[in-house]
């Protein structure tokens, strides 16, 4: 039987892109990344709300489902940058155990086509825990269901990058479809712990 931890990871959401270039995709019913090096998804500065086609980060918690862990999310300034912060408290107590910052990549219908890009860049900084990163596609009917991959987040700015092929299905038989991700969420989960964490930039690379 799957626990609420698990049918709650997969709520959330993923990411948007910033600037000229993403704008440029956006247009399509499927966003194309073509062969660009290098695609900024925030770069930190953006004000909740208005990153990429206008969808916001969301935090999303166990507490959906049940659950007691607690979260904020906001956007701050972490020794001198720009960033978005993700703090709170993740327990277990009712099933539970994850808080998330999710943003979509794209409108409900739509899809981003990541095939031009290697993996993800990350900028993080925190307190020296264990995170994930979990990926979404139109082909991910439960809401369990997602492609992950962890990354620590020391006490100084510190650049991850994130291939794709080290993704791994969580609860799926379905290979990850770089064509049709919808979403990126960056969590906290699975063990009691006080999560911090701080993204001053993410990105697609090649």
Known sequence: MLTRRELIAGFGGAVVGTGTTWAARASSGVLNSGMVRELVIDDGTAVVGTVGHGRPWQLVTDQVMGGVSRGTLERDVVDARPALRM?????????????????????????????????????????????????????????????????????????????????????TETA???????????????????????????????
């Open 87 to 171: 703090r709170g408290p993740v327990r277990l107590e009712n099933n539970g155990g994850f808080i998330q910052m999710a943003l979509d990549l794209a409108r409900d219908s739509e899809s981003f086509d990541a095939r031009g890009y290697a993996g993800i860049a990350l900028d993080v900084r925190g307190n020296g825990e264990t995170y994930n990163v979990h990926l979404r596609t139109h082909d991910l009917t439960r809401p369990w269901q997602s492609y992950r991959q962890t990354f620590v987040a020391p006490a100084a700015w510190t650049t991850h990058q994130l291939a794709f092929d080290d993704f791994a299905p969580h609860r």
């Open 176 to 206: 990850l479809d770089l064509a049709r991700l919808r979403r990126i969420g960056l969590v906290a989960i699975g063990r009691a712990f006080e999560a911090d964490l701080a993204l001053g930039g993410i990105r697609f690379y090649s």
